[in-house]
């Protein structure tokens, strides 16, 4: 129970010192304000490149063209055969005749062409539309196709489909390291900030230290207060995050540039990212506050 009230009393006080330093404090607060919506913005766009890669990968498919003069059980057997395989996320069929279809609806040309066309004389062959479920075993999964009787040529985009992957990791690892940097160049900011604060503050910690106060009595309000300096300063970037990441979706109908490029959608991305926001705010404000107070004051 004392321990309760001592703790009350520690955040009570932590609390109305922010008030009462009000000009020291909203230095931190604004550090923290800003380096926080420069880090939002950091994963909001890192984490949208990262979808719109992923969403790219999974609409990659092997066309797999069979034999002209392939016969039905030829055509199951051909199927039994792929399904075997261990890289498979899915198998669609198309015939020549609705792939002769699809061509003469997108073009009157088409239609002229191939309208006249029996199912005999039509050059076209009947496809399976392989989709894999690693994108960066696709080369393998090709040749193993290459090699199943009755098929006969095997296309997914073969080089450019490499390179694609490539970039995408690149992106990918050029995100993770620009969003850490950020993340621990905020934490340097709002460190160093919360330093000049307290340093500012150091006759009122020399007073605690000569009634007899321990180093632990002194630097739990500090702590405390690192924590609220972090929530408050938090607030803005998460409701600017919040209302800013709805809008942009809703504006661009979910996208960008094109239907391609897909944006997430805002929920629950955006309590995530208000969460996270949150998070380091409160863990960086708490650190600033315990390093300032333990090794800048030397307490």
């Known amino acids: 129970m004392k321990l309760l009230r001592i703790l009350s009393r520690n955040i009570r006080d932590s609390f109305k010192s922010v008030f009462r330093n009000f000009s020291l404090s909203l230095a931190s607060i604004s550090c923290i304000t800003i380096t926080l919506i420069v880090v939002s913005i950091s994963i909001i766009l890192s984490y949208n490149v990262n979808n719109f890669a992923e969403l790219v990968e999974k609409d990659v ?8 003069d392939i016969t039905e059980e030829g055509r199951q057997t051909v199927l039994a055969e792929i399904n075997k395989l261990d890289n498979i996320e ?25 309208g006249s066309w029996t199912e005999n004389e039509s050059p076209i062959q009947d496809t399976f539309l392989v989709k894999v479920k690693d994108i960066e075993l696709i080369g393998e999964t090709a040749n193993q196709l290459k090699k199943i009787e009755n098929v006969q040529i095997v296309k997914y985009g073969e080089g450019m489909v490499e390179q694609l992957i490539s970039i995408f990791d690149l992106i990918r690892k050029i995100g993770i390291v620009t969003v850490a940097a950020l993340i621990i ?35 739990i309000p500090f ?5 609220f300096l972090g929530i408050i300063g938090s607030i803005i970037p998460v409701v600017a995050t919040t209302y800013g990441y709805v809008a942009l979706y809703e504006n661009f ?18 309590y995530y990212i208000s969460g996270a926001l949150i998070v380091i705010g ?15 004051l030397k307490i």
């Open 61 to 68: 498919t092997i066309v797999s063209f069979l034999n002209v």
């Open 90 to 114: 899915s198998v669609t069929f198309e015939s020549k005749t609705e792939i002769a279809n699809e061509m003469m609806e997108s073009s009157e040309v088409f239609a002229n062409i191939m």
């Open 185 to 219: 160049v905020t934490a340097f900011l709002i460190t160093n900030t919360i330093k000049i604060t307290i340093f500012s503050r150091k006759r009122e910690i020399e007073i605690m230290r000569l009634v007899g106060a321990s180093n632990l009595n002194i630097k």
């Open 223 to 227: 702590i405390f207060e690192g924590l």
């Open 253 to 270: 109908k979910g996208q960008l540039f094109s239907p391609f490029i897909k944006l997430i959608e805002p929920q629950p991305f955006i």
């Open 282 to 296: 409160v863990l960086v404000g708490m650190y600033g506050s315990l390093k300032a107070v333990r090794k800048h």
